[in-house]
């Protein structure tokens, strides 16, 4: 016979071991709930950045577009560094190649913030054309060079399979400057000299701007230090080249040329240089700010089209950076 008192203890015991194990499910289910709520918000703000990112290309077509407008000054027509695409009115304090816009928190939205940089490719020399003297003055070695001519032109009956792993070059221009780490030989050093330098993007027969290119493009070219010196100081003084041809302008006729335009070394180089510029680098990020922050990164390669013609998009890459 069972006594009243044992069965009671036995239920308060059941009843007990319950409750604890209901407690552990409903932590158990409010962790997850919880991790998951965050999910989503997480989700949703790194989708708010990345159309905020995109949206940023789309800003960046359109400045390019304003930029080409019919009946602008010839002055206007000139690409230079303190242009609206590479110094636009909203730059941010710090950085005026940067482009910012704040916007606040509204209803069902966060407060995020969008930054557009442009730069242009025509500050490079082209990598699908460039000489073996041209690639020489990057400091690229001769057996590398005559490998990337190689990975980069049609192909030679003469060509032999590779000794070694297998090897075969594209005998197809470059289409993305990471096609350079496929060539055999071809450091991280190299690499990164090359792609600051060279681009592969830019058309058949186009010309450094001389209003923006580095250092490393104008040595390319054949420009003597002396002369580099003199064209970097001028661009540090706000002033650009209004045309190189038939004779050489500047933006203000009271201030000449930085050297002498008849100068031979000049005159030897003066067909590889031009004042405009086509082909546009444009990196925009979206940062979407709040209790779970999210940024999203796109890049872009654009060129430039026909006056009233929205720029053709050549390149595209995207990726979200937490």
Same mark, same amino acid.
């Given at each position: 016979?069972?006594?009243?008192?044992?069965?009671?203890?036995?239920?308060?015991?059941?009843?007990?071991?319950?409750?604890? +194990?209901?407690? +552990?499910?409903?932590?158990?289910?409010?962790?997850?709930?919880?991790?998951?709520?965050?999910?989503?918000?997480?989700?949703?703000?790194?989708?708010?950045?990345?159309?905020?990112?995109?949206?940023?290309?789309?800003?960046?077509?359109?400045?390019?577009?304003?930029?080409?407008? *019919? #009946?602008?000054?010839?002055?206007?027509?000139?690409?230079?560094?303190?242009?609206?695409?590479?110094?636009?009115?909203?730059?941010?304090?710090?950085?005026?190649?940067?482009? +910012?816009?704040?916007?606040?928190?509204?209803?069902?939205?966060?407060?995020?913030?969008?930054?557009?940089?442009?730069?242009?490719?025509?500050?490079?020399?082209?990598?699908?054309?460039?000489?073996?003297?041209?690639?020489?003055?990057?400091?690229?070695?001769?057996?590398?060079?005559?490998?990337?001519?190689?990975?980069? $032109?049609?192909?030679?009956?003469?060509?032999?399979?590779?000794? #070694?792993?297998?090897?075969?070059?594209?005998?197809? *221009?470059?289409?993305?400057?990471?096609?350079?780490?496929?060539?055999?030989?071809?450091?991280?050093?190299?690499?990164?000299?090359?792609?600051?330098?060279?681009?592969?993007?830019?058309?058949?027969?186009?010309?450094?701007?001389?209003?923006?290119?580095?250092?490393?493009?104008?040595?390319?070219?054949?420009?003597?230090?002396?002369?580099?010196?003199?064209?970097?100081?001028?661009? #540090?003084?706000?002033?650009?080249?209004?045309?190189?041809?038939?004779?050489?302008?500047? $933006?203000?006729?009271?201030?000449?040329?930085?050297?002498?335009?008849? $100068?031979?070394?000049?005159?030897?180089?003066?067909?590889?240089?031009?004042?405009?510029?086509?082909?546009?680098?444009?990196?925009?990020?979206?940062?979407?700010? #709040?209790?779970?922050?999210?940024?999203?990164?796109?890049?872009?390669?654009?060129?430039?089209?026909?006056?009233?013609?929205?720029?053709?998009?050549?390149?595209?890459?995207?990726?979200?950076?937490?």
């Amino acid at each position: 016979m069972i006594r009243f008192g044992a069965r009671s203890g036995s239920l308060l015991l059941i009843t007990l071991w319950l409750v604890v +194990v209901l407690s +552990v499910l409903a932590v158990t289910i409010a962790r997850y709930l919880s991790v998951d709520v965050r999910l989503t918000k997480y989700r949703l703000s790194q989708a708010q950045a990345s159309l905020l990112a995109r949206s940023g290309i789309t800003v960046a077509l359109q400045r390019l577009m304003d930029d080409a407008t *019919p #009946g602008r000054p010839a002055a206007d027509a000139v690409d230079w560094l303190g242009d609206d695409w590479a110094a636009p009115p909203e730059a941010a304090p710090d950085n005026p190649a940067q482009r +910012v816009v704040q916007l606040p928190a509204g209803t069902g939205s966060m407060a995020s913030t969008l930054t557009v940089r442009m730069s242009d490719e025509e500050r490079k020399i082209n990598l699908n054309t460039a000489e073996p003297e041209t690639l020489a003055r990057l400091g690229v070695p001769e057996a590398l060079a005559a490998a990337i001519l190689d990975y980069r $032109d049609p192909p030679d009956a003469t060509e032999t399979a590779s000794v #070694g792993p297998p090897y075969v070059p594209k005998d197809a *221009p470059f289409a993305a400057p990471e096609e350079l780490r496929e060539i055999p030989g071809m450091t991280d050093e190299m690499f990164q000299a090359l792609q600051q330098a060279a681009s592969p993007w830019l058309e058949p027969g186009s010309l450094v701007n001389i209003n923006t290119a580095g250092r490393e493009a104008l040595r390319a070219v054949g420009l003597s230090p002396a002369l580099i010196e003199a064209v970097m100081s001028f661009r #540090g003084r706000g002033h650009y080249f209004l045309r190189l041809a038939p004779d050489v302008a500047t $933006d203000d006729p009271s201030v000449p040329a930085p050297f002498d335009p008849g $100068d031979s070394e000049f005159q030897n180089v003066r067909a590889k240089f031009g004042v405009t510029s086509k082909t546009f680098l444009v990196v925009a990020e979206g940062l979407v700010e #709040g209790p779970v922050p999210a940024r999203a990164r796109v890049e872009a390669v654009v060129r430039r089209g026909a006056e009233g013609m929205r720029p053709t998009v050549l390149a595209w890459r995207e990726g979200a950076r937490e």
